[in-house]
């Protein structure tokens, strides 16, 4: 399978508790994304990254939450003293930089954080 | 103000006819692009169509084709032949800025079409 995979695709966790998610990208795409969406609603942009730089941050991005690209390739989310207004479902895209492209992201199947 | 506007929670198309899905923008970017997804109940997110904002023609992909109307900030999703596998929810989303610089996307509320045998 060549596409953006996640994992784990679902956690529960009592409130309080830290919570780590893993995005792996298709292997050439350069940027990576992450996306909180809730019941209802389309997805909602939370940082990305090109390489291992994290490149912009939302400013609806508690200081709780944390990610990571260290080499450039997978990445991970923190979400650190999880409060039940964070259970949603994670959404990690990837895409391909490049000028002349549609810089289409291409989404993993997300992770449903459930937070009790 | 919103950035991406979806008027119709939800949708009914007959099989084998054709829908239409509305989204309006808003950007005073001169450079953009405009993208459809799908997400089946499964919850995927597909990629359907894309339409950049110095392309004059519209966009088609097979049975989907974007209705791009640059004045009217507008680009709504047309399906045509429907088909039962093409009940989701449909979201229309914008990546603001020039090609190549990443900017972040934003995505609109959705609409839920059902296809009816």
């Known amino acids: 399978d060549t596409g953006v995979s996640q994992n784990p695709r679902h956690k529960i966790t009592k409130r309080g508790q830290n919570v780590t998610f893993r995005c792996d990208p298709i292997s050439e795409h350069n940027r990576l994304y992450w996306y909180r969406q809730t019941l209802g609603q389309g997805p909602e942009f939370l940082t990305y990254f090109q390489n291992e730089a994290q490149l912009e941050k939302s400013r609806l991005l508690s200081d709780r939450f944390s990610a990571e690209r260290p080499k450039g390739s997978f990445s991970t989310l923190e979400i650190q003293r999880t409060e039940q207004g964070d259970s949603a479902m994670y959404l990690c895209?990837?895409?391909?930089?490049?000028?002349?492209?549609?810089?289409?992201?291409?989404f993993g199947p997300g992770t449903r954080l459930t937070v009790l | 103000a919103q950035k991406i506007t979806q008027t119709q929670p939800g949708m009914f198309v007959q099989e084998k006819e054709a829908v239409t899905l509305d989204c309006t923008y808003d950007?005073?970017?001169?450079?953009?692009?405009l993208f459809w997804y799908k997400q089946p109940s499964s919850g995927e997110m597909i990629f359907l169509i894309y339409?950049?904002?110095?392309?004059?023609q519209n966009a088609t992909e097979g049975r989907y084709s974007l209705n791009f109307q640059k004045a009217r900030k507008s680009a709504n999703l047309v399906i045509s032949a429907s088909q039962l596998g093409d009940s989701a929810m449909y979201f229309c989303a914008m990546r603001e800025g020039k090609l190549g610089t990443g900017n972040q996307f934003y995505f609109g509320t959705g609409t839920s079409l059902t296809v009816i045998p």
């Open positions: 950007t005073s970017d001169q450079s953009y692009g």
């Open positions: 895209a990837s895409s391909l930089a490049a000028l002349r492209s549609s810089v289409t992201q291409y």
């Open positions: 339409q950049g904002s110095y392309d004059e």
